[in-house]
């Protein structure tokens, strides 16, 4: 089985300020576990390109594309939300996080590997169609999904997001989308404090203590 890791540099350089909880050293904690587990010697490497406005498109309006390429700063760092910051490294970090999540898709999809891991950041779940949130800025995997769908052909994507958190922006994505299933499994009650409502038939929430 060949298995790709999937990272670039830039993600290292994003930075939301000291004692952030979404910061760097998360990325240089996966890598080293990588290294002590012995199983980085096995891992086709690629490195992460920028997705393309027209790739982001599929998911999130051009606005709000353009509006984050506006509010990059060229120094210091600027706030999109309470949690969420941008550095002048933060734009390019994701647009290779995006980016990772398509070239993860095609490499599978063209059968030279079987799985990917992409190891980047900032992170995507809590990204809405048009609003940054949680430390998202763009919604990584529904790029890939999307991606998925109008550059492959394919007919039906499932998305199984765990994790602590809810993955809010992907289902407001999603919601509706018979092409796209979604599982999420969550501690509740806990931020976003969402994910019990009645979902779409194609949503499937479930919160756990």
Same mark, same amino acid.
Request: hydrophobic share 45%; with cysteine.
């Given at each position: 089985?060949?298995?790709?890791?999937?990272?670039?540099?830039?993600?290292?350089?994003?930075?939301?300020?000291?004692?952030?909880?979404?910061?760097?050293?998360?990325?240089?904690?996966?890598?080293?576990?990588?290294?002590? $587990?012995?199983?980085?010697?096995?891992?086709?490497?690629?490195?992460?390109?920028?997705?393309?406005? !027209?790739?982001?498109?599929?998911?999130?309006?051009?606005?709000?594309?353009?509006?984050?390429?506006?509010?990059?700063?060229?120094?210091?760092?600027?706030?999109?939300?309470?949690?969420? !910051?941008?550095?002048?490294?933060?734009?390019?970090?994701?647009?290779?996080?995006?980016? $990772?999540?398509?070239?993860?898709?095609?490499?599978?999809?063209?059968?030279?590997?079987?799985?990917?891991?992409?190891?980047?950041?900032?992170?995507?779940?809590?990204?809405?169609?048009?609003?940054?949130?949680?430390?998202?800025?763009?919604?990584?995997?529904?790029?890939?999904?999307?991606?998925?769908?109008?550059?492959?052909?394919?007919?039906?994507?499932?998305?199984?997001?765990?994790?602590?958190?809810?993955?809010?922006?992907?289902?407001?994505?999603?919601?509706?989308?018979?092409?796209?299933?979604?599982? $999420?499994?969550?501690?509740?009650?806990?931020?976003?404090?969402?994910?019990?409502?009645?979902?779409?038939?194609?949503?499937?929430?479930?919160?756990?203590?």
């Amino acid at each position: 089985m060949t298995t790709a890791l999937i990272t670039h540099p830039d993600c290292l350089k994003h930075d939301m300020g000291a004692g952030h909880p979404e910061q760097p050293a998360r990325l240089t904690a996966i890598a080293d576990q990588l290294i002590a $587990s012995g199983i980085d010697a096995y891992l086709q490497r690629h490195e992460a390109p920028l997705a393309t406005d !027209a790739q982001l498109a599929r998911v999130h309006p051009i606005d709000y594309v353009r509006a984050i390429r506006a509010a990059a700063p060229e120094s210091g760092r600027v706030h999109l939300d309470p949690d969420t !910051a941008m550095n002048p490294y933060t734009l390019d970090a994701a647009l290779r996080a995006a980016g $990772s999540a398509v070239l993860a898709v095609d490499l599978i999809l063209k059968n030279k590997i079987q799985n990917a891991f992409c190891s980047v950041r900032p992170p995507g779940h809590h990204a809405c169609k048009a609003r940054p949130m949680g430390f998202c800025i763009f919604n990584n995997v529904a790029v890939a999904a999307r991606h998925a769908v109008h550059a492959h052909g394919i007919e039906r994507v499932a998305i199984v997001d765990f994790d602590v958190h809810h993955g809010n922006g992907t289902e407001e994505i999603f919601e509706g989308d018979p092409q796209v299933l979604m599982a $999420s499994t969550f501690q509740h009650p806990f931020y976003p404090y969402s994910g019990t409502e009645m979902p779409a038939a194609n949503m499937v929430n479930v919160p756990l203590a």
